[in-house]
């Protein structure tokens, strides 16, 4: 077993950076705000927070393993939820039972999946069967969804979701919150379908040299397809979490999620030309950033301030990615 | 102003005794592993030399000293009879010395002239184009090596041998005085290679030396005047042309003797032919192709670049469909409209350029052998077996004679031969019995091409069928049993290998140019 960690930190040297990286911030953060920062109450908040962000990251992350990027995630997430909400308000009869709303419940789960999914198989169809660059492909989309969903809601936020329904997004089992659990069980399905199957190898050889894949025989088109669409799926769910999370749907709802997935995307080993990345290093990079996110609200930093700090971060990432690339090249 | 033509003449006489380069007991590290291990080499002006050795021993390394890319730890250097103690590149240019890579350090976008020029426009520090200046440069330039050439075309739009003049040219009106190339050859058809080397013996008349990085041991026996062998970071045997042949040379270069036996099939005619076409086509490309393959046997295809070669290769493959004719396996006809029907078909195929369409760099040596058969391993859940999938890629490697330390390191850590094997495996895995194989030993050394060799002659043996589309002239007749010309399309020629001579087969792809 020993053997095996050492391994995989010799492996994953950027796994093993990321996690000293974040177990600096934390203590960074505990030290900075002694008292509130390693609190019950603020990892409770915490557990409520970042996992909308780490589903958004694991779709971006299945973009950016082919070597592509999907800027339309959060666009399609608003569309979903916006749909969910109209649903419940516009079909739900009001005074409903618990029963119905259930159902309607189940139904909006299956909605936000559908919705999601074919957004992503629209991005698909664009960048595999019309060689449309999937930075411009997903760019246009993403105007595209937010577009569909301003019109149908003339801008304004959907409210009038049923109690149950905010379960989603603030409940929790023991000590669990339900979007952590719901994060938690995709990081698990994702590790498992990237790492132990054929499709999950492929996607990495696909990112790693498109031609020679073609040359294996493998079907890049149809790869690529499904990789945008299960991107998409993920996005309805984060729309999901979002809309019940906030008790809302909103077109222009979390728009700086784009440039964050990106962000936990590259900090978590994933590089932007394909090929690498794993779910583990999502989990920590999103640590990371939530840590750094919660300690700088509690620092009281504007949330201007932050967006300015993850586009810093971003950038300074990509640097040194680039130095520490130079540096095993010789 | 002078022109560099003028100054090499006016050298001409003096410059004919004294020695260009000649370096002295070079050393040189990287992390603790002697790569040069004092290693002495000269070049004379006027001289037409070669460095020869295989893959990783050196030869490579020695060029970028002598072009003053990497400092040597040890030893003497001296340019013109110059001793340089820290040697940049700028000296190395100042020196006269050139070197011409394998990518030609080309600009693909753009014009040839603009190409020629660039080095003008970027020393004398104008800020301003005159493009009278720029087409005057190229023009000359171009005169200087006796071509004539479009100078408003795309670099990136010429063939590779115009490519190569045009870098040529450009060294040449650097005032070269010696021009080094890599691998000069290795993607040029015989025809071109002989305008090259009269182009070359042309410059010689002028006073340049040329030194040649090259593994292919006829070539060197052709053109050059003097021979540096190099194995595993040391010079092993250096002297004049005329007291090598190829067999001494083989040695020298891999260590061992290699044997020449020719590929026999014995195989019974009989027997459905494995893979036959008959009149296949693909408007544009080639037309009326009839192909035999039978089990076990070895057929060449060659012809020259844009003769429909690589072209029908895809078709079979499935890239670039045929679009009129029939193909059948053991007299069944199939149909191949995709790289998916041809591999249900028990076809395979390792491509030509193995670095941009064969292999996955930065992925393991693993997901290279096994990218397309991953489903193989499948356990009853529908989930990946790691322990057989390493088990296997352990075996592979070994029976495919991979050598690396490990298989999860990336391919890219590879050497070329055994990176070609690695995709040799990868497609021998999927059980097909049909292989196609494009340039199968492109830019790989001489110890790997001849273990290549050796596979596929034992994969022939269990009743696997090889086509071999390639130019190298040499391998074909060794190791095929019938060799197929195609010009312009169509088959003109079919020869036995067994009686066969190289240069009748030279003079017959000569003659259908």
């Not at chain 1, 937010?146 to 936020?157: L, Q, R, W």
């Not at chain 2, 003028?6 to 370096?23: F, H, P, R, T, W």
């Not at chain 2, 008349?205 to 040329?210: P, R, V, Y």
């Not at chain 2, 490990?406 to 094997?421: F, T």
Request: charged share 20%; hydrophobic share 45%.
């Amino acid at each position: 077993m020993k053997g095996g960690l050492g391994k995989l930190v010799r492996s994953e040297n950027n796994l093993f950076q990321l996690t000293i990286i974040t177990v600096c911030t934390f203590a960074l953060m505990c030290w900075l705000l002694p008292g509130t920062f390693l609190t019950v109450r603020n990892f409770r908040s915490m557990s409520f927070q970042f996992p909308e962000l780490g589903i958004l990251s694991i779709a971006m992350m299945l973009a950016m393993l082919t070597g592509g990027i999907d800027l339309s995630l959060v666009g399609i997430a608003n569309l979903a939820s916006i749909l969910v909400a109209l649903s419940f308000v516009k079909l739900m009869p009001p005074g409903s039972s618990s029963g119905v709303v259930i159902a309607f419940m189940a139904g909006a789960v299956l909605l936000a999946i559908l919705a999601g999914s074919l957004c992503g198989l629209l991005n698909g169809f664009l960048i595999s069967k019309f060689n449309v660059p999937p930075i411009l492909a997903t760019l246009g989309s993403m105007q595209l969804y937010t577009g569909i969903a301003i019109v149908i809601t003339k801008g304004a936020a959907v409210i009038g979701f049923p109690p149950q329904y905010s379960v989603i997004g603030n409940g929790s089992v023991g000590i669990f919150s339900i979007p952590l659990i719901i994060f938690i069980s995709l990081l698990a399905v994702f590790a498992v379908l990237l790492r132990k199957t054929n499709y999950g190898i492929n996607l990495y050889l696909i990112g790693a040299n498109m031609k020679a894949a073609i040359f294996a025989g493998i079907k890049t088109d149809k790869a690529l397809m499904i990789s945008y669409m299960v991107g998409g799926c993920l996005a309805g769910l984060a729309g999901l979490v979002m809309s019940s999370r906030t008790n809302g749907a909103k077109a222009d709802y979390g728009t700086s999620y784009i440039l964050q997935s990106i962000l936990v995307s590259v900090l978590g080993g994933v590089k932007p030309s394909g090929g690498s990345g794993n779910v583990a290093g999502i989990l920590i990079a999103v640590l990371a950033l939530q840590f750094l996110s919660s300690g700088f609200s509690m620092l009281r930093f504007s949330n201007f301030a932050k967006e300015f700090v993850w586009g810093c971060f971003l950038l300074a990432i990509m640097i040194i990615n680039y130095f520490t690339s130079e540096r095993n090249k010789t | 102003m002078l022109s560099p033509l003028g100054l090499i003449l006016i050298k001409d006489e003096d410059a004919m005794s004294s020695e260009i380069v000649k370096a002295e007991d070079i050393e040189k590290s990287f992390g603790g592993i002697k790569v040069l291990d004092r290693v002495s080499m000269a070049v004379s002006a006027g001289e037409i030399c070669c460095l020869a050795g295989e893959n990783g021993c050196g030869k490579s390394t020695l060029i970028k000293v002598i072009s003053g890319v990497y400092p040597h730890d040890g030893g003497r250097i001296e340019l013109n009879g110059r001793e340089y103690q820290r040697l940049g590149p700028i000296d190395s240019i100042r020196e006269g010395i050139q070197v011409i890579y394998q990518d030609f350090s080309l600009f693909p976008n753009l014009t040839v002239a603009e190409n020629l020029a660039l080095n003008d426009q970027v020393e004398s520090g104008r800020s301003l184009v005159s493009w009278g200046r720029v087409r005057r440069i190229a023009r000359e330039s171009l005169a200087m090596i006796g071509i004539d050439m479009d100078i408003d075309k795309t670099v990136g739009e010429l063939p590779v041998s115009s490519k190569q003049l045009v870098a040529i040219a450009r060294a040449v009106y650097c005032n070269a005085r010696l021009i080094i190339m890599d691998e000069p050859t290795t993607t040029l058809t015989q025809k071109e290679i002989e305008s090259l080397f009269s182009l070359i013996r042309g410059l010689r008349e002028k006073g340049i030396s040329t030194l040649f990085v090259s593994h292919k041991i006829r070539e060197m026996l052709d053109i050059t005047e003097k021979i540096t062998i190099m194995r595993n970071g040391r010079v092993v045997v250096s002297g004049y042309t005329r007291d090598f042949d190829e067999i001494k040379i083989t040695q020298a270069m891999t260590g061992r003797e290699i044997s020449g036996d020719r590929f026999r099939w014995s195989g019974n005619t009989g027997e459905p032919p494995l893979l036959r076409t008959e009149k296949l086509g693909r408007s544009g490309a080639f037309q009326g192709i009839d192909l035999t393959l039978r089990r076990g046997e070895i057929v060449g295809v060659t012809g020259l670049l844009g003769s429909g070669r690589t072209e029908l290769a895809l078709a079979l493959f499935g890239k670039g469909p045929s679009d009129e004719g029939r193909i059948f396996r053991n007299d069944r006809e199939i149909v191949i409209k995709s790289i998916q029907d041809a591999i249900a078909n028990g076809i395979a195929y390792v491509p030509e350029d193995r670095l941009t369409e064969g292999l996955f760099l930065e992925q393991s040596i693993e997901r290279n052998l096994f990218a397309n058969i991953y489903r193989k391993f499948i356990n009853s859940v529908g989930l990946l077996d790691f322990r057989k999938v390493r088990a296997a890629a352990s075996e592979k490697a070994r029976q495919y004679g991979v050598t690396a330390p490990d298989i999860s390191l990336p391919v890219r850590s590879l050497s070329g031969g055994n990176q070609q094997r690695v995709v040799l495996a990868r497609w021998m895995s999927t059980g097909a019995d049909v292989l196609i194989l494009n340039g199968p030993t492109v830019g790989v050394d001489v110890g790997s091409k001849f273990e290549i060799h050796k596979k596929l002659r034992e994969i022939t043996e269990s009743g696997v069928g090889i086509l071999i589309f390639s130019d190298d002239i040499q391998e074909l007749i060794m190791n095929c049993n019938r060799i197929m010309i195609i010009h312009k399309g169509s088959f003109t020629n079919e020869f036995r290998s067994d009686t066969l001579r190289e240069s009748d087969l030279i003079d017959c792809l000569n003659a259908s140019r």
